[in-house]
């Protein structure tokens, strides 16, 4: 099993930056793809971006394109997710997960088998 910890949320203004990382522990030679997804109040959890650990392919939400980046550091075990040109409607808690299965579906939530605690992001002026 792996312990997946996340860090780099906060308070930023509408255009700001943000970058989260999330760094994962145990046994995460068995990782297959580390995703992000985020829940605002009263909504689904919805998909952000996701990363396959071998090979380094990497998925993006249409909302988000452009504007944020996943991206991985292999001898920390930690992926990231720089947000730029942050909007309102960005604000949510934001989460990354591990999937050990090697889904085909990397934006489903389902699919994947470890989550974070969870980070909130609150963009507003």
């Known amino acids: 099993q792996v312990q997946l910890v996340e860090s780099g949320g906060g308070l930023v203004q509408p255009g700001g930056s943000l970058r989260l990382s999330c760094a994962a522990s145990?046994?995460?030679?068995?990782?297959?793809?580390m995703g992000w997804f985020r829940q605002a109040p009263g909504k689904e959890r919805e998909f952000v971006a996701a990363?396959?650990?071998?090979?380094?392919?990497?998925y993006y939400a249409d909302s988000v394109k452009g504007r944020f980046t996943i991206s991985r550091d292999n001898a920390k075990s930690t992926v990231y997710l720089q947000m730029n040109s942050l909007r309102p409607e960005d604000t949510a808690v934001y989460y990354c997960?591990?999937?050990?299965?090697?889904?085909?579906?990397?934006?489903?939530?389902?699919?994947?088998?470890?989550w974070g605690q969870g980070t909130q992001v609150t963009v507003s002026s």
């Open positions: 997960a591990a999937d050990f299965d090697g889904s085909n579906y990397y934006a489903i939530p389902d699919e994947y088998d470890s």
């Open positions: 990363l396959t650990w071998s090979g380094g392919s990497t």
């Open positions: 145990g046994r995460t030679f068995g990782i297959y793809r």
